[in-house]
């Protein structure tokens, strides 16, 4: 991820996924900014949610984890859902992947919103289930590109009809994986 963010260092227009989206780019105003807030914030949380869930570093050092998602939880809620959104109403694949990436913003929004309050609330079981499924969606950032990368190896499908199947099968199956494990959570 961090190789790929530094292909956009200097800010250019015309490198990686911004070649093909050049209508974008020119037409759509502040897009290239919002691209960029979302692409350089990304890499943060990624790198700030991975800490979070280290049980030693939540025992030994709750500052660093609450000064941690504090940052996780500023960037996500004011950087990259909010970009997130912007950019996923001009995705690539149309309709359908447009929606996936418009929902996908919304709910890291929520998400993370609701593990926030809730710690604010002293429910730390509440704040764990949903910044889990926050970084669930955090994550998706990594899955959508090995799914990217299978399903060209594999089938060799459009480009647009990729954009279609990895815009939802970059969080969904995330999303359901943290869902599975929190059920059988409660269920201890």
Request: net charge positive; charged share 15%; with cysteine.
């Amino acid at each position: 991820m961090i190789r790929i963010t530094c292909q956009y260092i200097p800010f250019r227009n015309d490198v990686a996924f911004l070649q093909i989206k050049q209508t974008e780019v020119t037409e759509i105003p502040f897009y290239t900014t919002f691209f960029y807030i979302h692409v350089y914030s990304a890499i943060f949380v990624l790198l700030a949610g991975f800490t979070q869930f280290n049980s030693d570093l939540l025992k030994k050092k709750p500052i660093i984890h609450r000064n941690i998602g504090k940052l996780y939880v500023f960037i996500v809620l004011f950087l990259s859902a909010p970009s997130g959104l912007f950019i996923g109403i001009f995705a690539n694949g149309g309709f359908y992947s447009k929606i996936s990436f418009v929902t996908l913003s919304i709910l890291w929004f929520y998400f993370t919103l609701k593990g926030f309050s809730a710690i604010k609330n002293k429910n730390i079981k509440l704040h764990k289930a949903f910044m889990m499924r926050s970084f669930a969606l955090t994550f998706s950032a990594i899955t959508l590109r090995f799914w990217k990368v299978f399903l060209v190896y594999l089938f060799q499908p459009s480009p647009m009809d990729v954009y279609q199947i990895i815009a939802w099968l970059g969080w969904v199956p995330n999303l359901l994986i943290i869902e599975y494990y929190l059920f059988n959570q409660s269920k201890k």
